[in-house]
């Protein structure tokens, strides 16, 4: 993995990717941010030696350098999934370059649905904490000791000054920020009534397909990171309705902007 990592990152710096302090995640219907970057240098993921493809239809599929707030930043838009028929070691490999690169923070958005009844869709939630349902951990590899400490410590597996900030943010701009357990899921299907259930008897406050191996190995590498996921959509498992993934898109939409504003204001603190 260290001679697939050191080739994606010369060839990146080859196309006039600099050195990047902050790495930025882009989830589902997220994408916008973009537009505040002054962009320097961007690529497919399927030029990049080694990189996965994004197939998820609103996944844009591109690794973005740049300057926002200031800093210089790459940007992932689309990120990648287990249930694309990916390894967790595949799906944190653009986790593994930026650091290379020179990322010293990261911050990961993503889609979610809400668990905790007392939440709404179109709001979103600083992730405290999360369950790893992924059935696997993208560090469980022969040689991960020479990236990192095997037995990463996860007491607390995000940044609690970053966390902190975000807070004073949402509370400075008057955003309503939620804050809560993340439980990662394969998928792609939805979860079933029970499953819901489940999910809200064993902590979690939201439900997703991605970010928990991201996290991992962030803490690997001993990167701070946070993360911020836009509730999407509302599963209480005694008024289900079916998935409405144009509605779910439309809901990320929606809380953009406050996530955009959150971000920016972070990076200009970093």
């Given at each position: 993995?260290?001679?697939?990592?050191?080739?994606?990152?010369?060839?990146?710096?080859?196309?006039?990717?600099?050195?990047?302090?902050?790495?930025?995640?882009?989830?589902?219907?997220?994408?916008?941010?973009?537009?505040?970057?002054?962009?320097?240098?961007?690529?497919?993921?399927?030029h990049i030696p080694n990189?996965?493809?994004?197939?998820?239809?609103?996944?844009?599929?591109?690794?973005?350098?740049?300057?926002?707030?200031?800093?210089?930043?790459?940007?992932?838009?689309?990120?990648?999934?287990?249930?694309?028929?990916?390894?967790?070691?595949?799906?944190?490999?653009?986790?593994?370059?930026?650091?290379?690169?020179?990322?010293?923070?990261?911050?990961?958005?993503?889609?979610?649905?809400?668990?905790?009844?007392?939440?709404?869709?179109?709001?979103?939630?600083?992730?405290?904490?999360?369950?790893?349902?992924?059935?696997?951990?993208?560090?469980?590899?022969?040689?991960?000791?020479?990236?990192?400490?095997?037995?990463?410590?996860?007491?607390?597996?995000?940044?609690?000054?970053?966390?902190?900030?975000?807070?004073?943010?949402?509370?400075?701009?008057?955003?309503?920020?939620?804050?809560?357990?993340?439980?990662?899921?394969?998928?792609?299907?939805?979860?079933?009534?029970?499953?819901?259930?489940?999910?809200?008897?064993?902590?979690?406050?939201?439900?997703?397909?991605?970010?928990?191996?991201?996290?991992?190995?962030?803490?690997?590498?001993?990167?701070?990171?946070?993360?911020?996921?836009?509730?999407?959509?509302?599963?209480?498992?005694?008024?289900?309705?079916?998935?409405?993934?144009?509605?779910?898109?439309?809901?990320?939409?929606?809380?953009?902007?406050?996530?955009?504003?959150?971000?920016?204001a972070l990076i200009k603190?970093?």
């Open positions: 993995m260290i001679k697939q990592i050191t080739e994606a990152v010369e060839f990146l710096q080859s196309r006039g990717f600099g050195k990047p302090e902050v790495g930025i995640i882009l989830g589902t219907g997220l994408g916008k941010i973009i537009d505040r970057v002054t962009v320097e240098a961007e690529m497919s993921y399927n990189f996965p493809t994004a197939t998820v239809e609103f996944h844009k599929g591109k690794l973005v350098y740049g300057e926002l707030a200031g800093k210089k930043v790459i940007l992932m838009q689309g990120r990648f999934h287990v249930y694309e028929g990916y390894s967790l070691e595949d799906v944190t490999f653009p986790v593994r370059v930026m650091r290379a690169l020179g990322i010293q923070n990261l911050l990961v958005s993503n889609a979610s649905g809400a668990i905790n009844t007392s939440f709404k869709k179109g709001e979103i939630m600083l992730i405290d904490d999360h369950i790893n349902l992924q059935g696997g951990s993208p560090l469980a590899f022969k040689g991960v000791d020479k990236l990192g400490e095997r037995f990463v410590d996860m007491s607390a597996p995000y940044d609690v000054k970053m966390n902190a900030k975000i807070e004073e943010i949402a509370a400075t701009q008057e955003i309503v920020l939620r804050k809560g357990v993340y439980a990662s899921v394969v998928g792609p299907q939805l979860e079933t009534r029970a499953e819901y259930r489940y999910l809200k008897i064993i902590g979690a406050d939201a439900v997703g397909m991605s970010t928990v191996p991201e996290i991992i190995v962030a803490n690997h590498l001993g990167l701070p990171v946070a993360a911020v996921s836009v509730l999407t959509d509302e599963c209480d498992p005694d008024n289900l309705k079916p998935v409405d993934i144009p509605d779910i898109i439309a809901q990320a939409g929606k809380a953009e902007p406050q996530m955009i504003t959150i971000f920016t603190q970093l």
